[in-house]
């Protein structure tokens, strides 16, 4: 066996060459991440969708049935004030659960167990958690006030001081 073995380096070389190579593609998620798109839970689903339509400076992942988005808000110069900034990351964080629920395919996001949404700036981290039906029924809501009340009342914020 071991002579026929050596009668073709070209193969026992080409054979390893690809063994190293699907251990540094698994190493680094490339499988994984695409084992995760097949597996069709009804994050990836709204994920997909999502993702075509995010800005840059948002990220956005499932974990499980969970969806997670980041993003880097940038704070005007001009506002030096940290309530005035405290203010306008919230205007932000209620602006960017809206953009969800309207960009999510509704079947999906309603089946999504929690929605947790980081907005990460200069001065101040603020995090919101949320479960997918919560969203879904911020997309009928148009008065400020009924969509204020009903942030206050579905959505958990943590802030954190930087």
Same mark, same amino acid.
């Given at each position: 066996?071991?002579?026929?073995? $050596?009668k073709?380096?070209l193969?026992?070389? +080409?054979? #390893?060459f690809?063994y190293? &190579?699907? =251990? ?12 995760? $798109?097949?597996e069709?839970?009804?994050c990836i +689903?709204a #994920?997909v969708k999502l993702? &075509?339509? =995010?800005p840059?400076n948002w ?8 969806l $997670?988005?980041e ?12 309530a005035? =900034? ?7 964080m209620?602006n960017?659960l ?5 960009n999510s ?5 309603e089946n999504i ?6 907005l990460?700036?200069e001065?101040?981290?603020i995090e ?6 919560s969203?879904v029924n911020l ?14 009342n ?9």
């Amino acid at each position: 066996m071991s002579q026929k073995l $050596l009668k073709y380096p070209l193969a026992i070389m +080409a054979i #390893l060459f690809s063994y190293l &190579l699907f =251990i540094y593609f698994d190493k680094n998620g490339i499988f994984s991440r695409r084992r995760q $798109l097949l597996e069709g839970t009804p994050c990836i +689903a709204a #994920l997909v969708k999502l993702e &075509l339509k =995010i800005p840059e400076n948002w990220s956005a992942n499932c974990d499980k049935n969970h969806l $997670l988005v980041e993003v880097e808000e940038k704070i005007p110069p001009t506002i030096t004030d940290p309530a005035k =900034i405290k203010i306008l990351l919230y205007r932000e964080m209620a602006n960017h659960l809206s953009f969800i629920a309207k960009n999510s395919p509704v079947a999906n996001l309603e089946n999504i167990s929690s929605v947790l949404v980081k907005l990460n700036s200069e001065n101040l981290n603020i995090e919101a958690l949320t479960t997918g039906d919560s969203l879904v029924n911020l997309t009928t809501l148009n008065s400020p006030e009924i969509i204020r009340e009903h942030l206050k009342n579905t959505v958990k914020v943590k802030e954190t001081p930087k």
